[in-house]
Structure formats: C-alpha cells, structure tokens
C-alpha cells in the first residue's frame, strides 16, 4: 500500500526521492514525507499531509539537501492520517526509518521502548522500529547489525530502509513480507517498494527475498539472508520504460487503461494460440506436467481479481467439465480446508504483492495440493516467485486504483487455463477452436465497445445525484454485475450492491423504487428470458433501467428503460466484452461526482498488508 524511495549517491538525492513518490502516487495514500542527511551528516526531514504536491511546495519554501535519503508515502493503518503519524520517523535526531507492513508486537515493544526513556511522538507501530535500532546503535553495534537486531524482535511484515548519522555512507534496507527491490545505478544506488519508481533511473533491479537485509553505499550492495550468511541475488533487467506510466492524451490513467484493453488482451493472447488451438508449453514444463492429474481447481483471490474468478468457475465447469471453488483469500487463510486429491490451487493478484492472496498461496504448499499456479501481471512479483507455475497477464503498468485492463486480462488468461485443463477432460478439439476464434475476435469487439462511450456519458449525468445503484446479471454475468458494481462504489462513492436477477425477490426488491437506478447486463443467451421477468419486477416497482443489451436481445413490452446495445457478442468471451461499457459508465459517474478518478479516498492500489 505505501511507497519506500531510498538513494545513495555522489549527487542531490531529493529529486530521486520526489520522483519516485510521483511515480508511486497511484498505490494511495494520505501523507508523504523525505529524510536525507545534509553536509553535516544531521536528519533533516520533511513531511506534509495529502498529495505530493504539498511536500513539494514545502520542500521549495524549505529545501533539504543531501546525498543519501530516504522518503515515503503513508496509507494510514495505525493512526490516523497526520504530519506526526507521517514518516520518515527520526529517534533522537540521530536514525530515520520508513517502513511498509504491520508490526503486530508493536505494542509490547513500545511500552519495553518507554520505560527504557525513549518518547514517542507518533500512533504508529513503525516508531518502534526506528528507536530499536536507535537503542542497539546505543550499545555499540554498527548500523547494518542494530537493523539485523532490530529485525529479530519484530512479529509481522514489513519493508524498512534506514540511514543514521553515525554512518552517512550507509543504506541499509530489510525485508518480511512486504515488496522491496534494489535498483543499481553507477556509483549510485537506490531502493523502492516498487520498480516503477525507479525506471527513471536504472533498469537493473535485484528482488530482495523474505528475510534478506541488505547494506548499500555508492559503490557497493551487500546481501545478507535469513540466517546473517552473504548472499548473491539474481540481478534483472526491466523493459518497463520510463514513460510507460504517463496518461498521455487522456484525462486519468483510468481512461487511459480502460482504452488499452484491445491492445493488452491481443499481449495476453501473443505467441499463446495458433492454428486454432492453444500452444503446448503456455503455462511451463511443470504445469503441463502437473495438469494431466488435474481432477479440480481452487481459485484464491482478493477484490477484483476474486471476481474474475468466479467468472473463470462458471467456464471451468461448463467448459472443462471440472469442478472449481472461488474462495477470499482472507477468508480462505482462516479456516480448516479439505483438499481433493489432484486440486490445482491458482491466485489471481495485478500486483502479486496482494498480502492475503500471498499468505493463502504459502499455506497451501503445505496442504497437499496438486500444483500451484499464479495468474499475474507483474513479472517480478512474491506471488510470481512463491508459484510453481506462472502465466502473466502482460497488462503493462496499471496505475489506476480501480483495476480495469488488468481484470479483462485476467479473464483471458483464466479462459486459457480453460482450455489447457479442458482438453485433458472433456472438451473436443472443435470446442477449442470456437474457444480460439472468439478469443481472437475479442480485442475488435472491444474496440466497438469502447466507441460507445459519448453514449455512456450521457447515461453518467443521471447519475449525479444518486446515492444508491443496483447492478443485475445472470450466470457469468453475475460476477460481471459484482465488478460493475465495486467499479461505481470504488471511484464514485455511489454505495453500489450487485446481485443475481433471480434474487431479486429475496430481498432487493423493497429498495426499488424511482431513486435507485437499477443496471443491468442483458446479452443474448438462454438466460435471457428469465433475466426479463426479473426486469419487469424492477418495473412494476417504478424503477429505473439501465441495460447493456445485445443488439438481438428483444426488450418490447418495457417501458421506463433505458437501453445501450452492444453488438452480437459471442456467448463464452461475453462476460469479458460486457464489462467494459460497465468500467467506462463508473468512470463518467465520478467525473459528474467530482471525485479523485485514479486515486480514491481510503484505497490503495497495492494492498500489501492484511
């Protein structure tokens, strides 16, 4: 969730350090703040509340100079958002500390910290990190072992990056659970929660691992492991360009995401089907292997990501004719599970840096499942390296909070794993090559979708003054409802619920009347029937419709409806095409609001705590 930017170098690091919280903005978050030390080697620290930008114009009033630093945005977990809670956090002038996580003993420390004499300015449990260290500084030990002290006392997750006074040519960086990178430059070099915040200044990266500390300087980066033995980290070069994050001729990266999906699906699909078939080797030697013995899956995500796999179970059991279970991962962390014998475990997660999806995949090496497969967007991710087998999205850079082409992308790669585990079971080869054609045909039905958004924004204006939606569909399309609904409620604030049509009468329907917009998706299949009886529930109650139906669909006998048609849709890649128009309609809803579209209040992009 938050954002770590360290540097040490023979130039100003206060530039690298404010562009690389730029470059982090779209994680969230409420407060930002810097420490370098100065010519003396003295702390020297700035923090404000809210954007960027207001760090910025204090930095100018008040400049802080120096040629190792470390800086930080805040997503508020203990305490509320405000400049003491804010970090870097300083012990007695002489550490600064930022960190990312929770540390669950933070309590017990804080009151051992107190009665020791050191006072605490802030709510936070990152202020205890940084008077440990303070404290075993104070006892004798270099830098780099009161950090690997400090370290052994804390119960939790955490990403630290630590410099002192007492050695100003030092970095120092830990890291438990919570994503950290090491970025080389040439007699320089940096550290992030993230890479992206450093593709302005190197392409080379080293992922540290859990457990690893690491001492930085200009000319040289050591790497310790769990156990205090040096260690050599694979090093990795980035393509990810430098203005891979730029909005461009958009007005939000929001817009600017939703409009690459044609382009980030046809990513998705390269070099992965030919010859109407999906290629042998897609998802690695391992999988391959592992999928003959396959007999059911068990998908494991949060937030969106948990939507598109309750999409990919309807496919997996009408398609591959096996059986699939879509589960929370906090919620799947936190109870006794029963293991079928051949379940293939997969976790959905953009980031691969989901804390819950992360923690679920860990405990389900040791629960007797059959394989482990992460669908991912981001190469260099925990998930990515805690799976057996991978296959990437290749969305490219998402920097809107409220996910879009990264779900979309998804739902392809999940339709892939489809086919791979279907043609194994039941699934003929003719099934495969439909599955294919539509496949293909998906990004050009998306780019006409996308046409429709004059037509969207103008459905958006009715939207101004609505404090409440309900969004229906059926079958694969229910799941689609549930992402169009987080999508309205995420960036507009609008309270959003989404339900099956069939349930209407079990409850939703004493909401109905001329105030709640009621948003459906209506494409031409053998539910459409029975998705009209329940529209016409919402219109003898005096509600108002909202349907994205297909061109073919027949809707005569309606009246108080409002209707956009989306052109014939092929039935299996639908729920892929229908949640576009869903995406653009929340995206013009919170420009009518007036909302902050990229970066919601209380969200954050990458949530890497539970």
């Not at 930002?32 to 404000?48: F, P």
């Not at 020791?116 to 030990?141: C, N, P």
């Amino acid at each position: 969730m938050c954002g770590i930017v360290g540097a040490v170098a023979h130039r100003e690091v206060t530039p690298i350090l404010l562009e690389g919280l730029r470059r982090l903005e779209y994680r969230g978050y409420d407060s930002a703040g810097v420490a370098v030390l100065d010519e003396r080697h003295q702390v020297c620290r700035a923090r404000r509340i809210g954007k960027i930008r207001e760090l910025e114009a204090h930095l100018r009033a008040n400049p802080v100079a120096g040629k190792i630093g470390i800086a930080h945005t805040r997503w508020a977990t203990h305490g509320v958002p405000s400049e003491n809670n804010a970090h870097p956090h300083v012990s007695r002038d002489t550490v600064a500390v930022v960190h990312n996580g929770i540390i669950e003993n933070h309590d017990a420390l804080r009151n051992e910290l107190q009665q020791l004499g050191y006072r605490f300015d802030s709510e936070t449990d990152t202020e205890v990190i940084v008077h440990q260290v303070h404290r075993f500084l104070e006892k004798g030990a270099a830098l780099v072992d009161a950090v690997r002290q400090t370290v052994d006392t804390l119960h939790g997750a955490y990403a630290i990056a630590v410099i002192s006074s007492r050695e100003p040519q030092r970095l120092v960086v830990a890291r438990e659970g919570s994503p950290l990178v090491i970025g080389l430059g040439e007699s320089e070099n940096f550290v992030a929660s993230d890479v992206f915040a450093l593709v302005g200044e190197t392409q080379r990266f080293i992922f540290m691992e859990d457990g690893d500390l690491a001492d930085l300087t200009t000319e040289s980066i050591t790497i310790y492991d769990r156990a205090g033995a040096r260690v050599e980290r694979p090093v990795n070069e980035t393509k990810l360009a430098a203005d891979a994050v730029e909005r461009g001729e958009y007005r939000h990266y929001m817009q600017k995401e939703i409009h690459e999906q044609p382009v980030a699906i046809e990513k998705t699909l390269d070099g992965r089907i030919l010859g109407g078939r999906l290629l042998d080797g897609v998802f690695g030697p391992l999988a391959e292997q592992a999928f003959d013995g396959i007999k059911a899956v068990q998908i494991v995500a949060c937030g969106t990501s948990y939507h598109a796999g309750l999409v990919g179970r309807y496919w997996m059991e009408e398609i591959a004719g096996l059986p699939c279970s879509v589960e929370v991962a906090s919620e799947f962390r936190y109870r006794r599970n029963v293991v079928l014998p051949g379940t293939l475990f997969v976790t959905i997660s953009q980031s691969g840096e989901t804390a819950d999806t992360l923690a679920a995949l860990k405990d389900a090496k040791s629960l007797g499942y059959a394989h482990t497969l992460a669908i991912c967007n981001v190469p260099e991710s925990s998930i990515v390296r805690e799976s057996e087998s991978t296959l990437m999205t290749r969305a490219g850079p998402e920097i809107g909070v409220a996910s879009t082409k990264a779900f979309t992308t998804q739902l392809t790669a999940l339709l892939l794993l489809v086919v791979a585990l279907g043609r194994r079971n039941r699934m003929s080869a003719e099934t495969e090559a439909e599955i294919v054609r539509q496949l293909n045909a998906l990004p050009e039905q998306i780019k006409h979708v996308l046409t429709m958004e004059p037509a969207i924004e103008k459905w958006a204006e009715l939207f101004g003054d609505k404090q409440h939606a309900l969004y229906l569909g059926r079958g694969a399309q229910y799941p689609v409802a549930m992402e169009g609904a987080l999508k309205l409620k995420e960036i507009s604030y609008i309270h959003a619920e989404a339900y099956p049509a069939g349930e209407l009468k079990h409850g939703p329907l004493a909401l109905i009347d001329d105030e709640m917009p009621v948003i459906a998706v209506a494409p031409n299949n053998e539910l459409l029937e029975k998705l009209k009886s329940n529209l016409q529930e919402v219109q003898a109650r005096g509600g108002q419709l909202y349907v994205f139906a297909d061109v073919n669909a027949p809707l005569a006998g309606f009246s108080n409806v409002k209707a956009l048609r989306i052109a014939e849709t092929d039935e299996v890649v639908a729920p892929i095409v229908y949640t576009v128009p869903l995406q653009m309609l929340a995206y013009h809803v919170a420009l009518i609001k007036g909302t902050d579209v990229d970066q919601p209040r209380n969200l954050a992009k990458s949530v890497t705590v539970e």
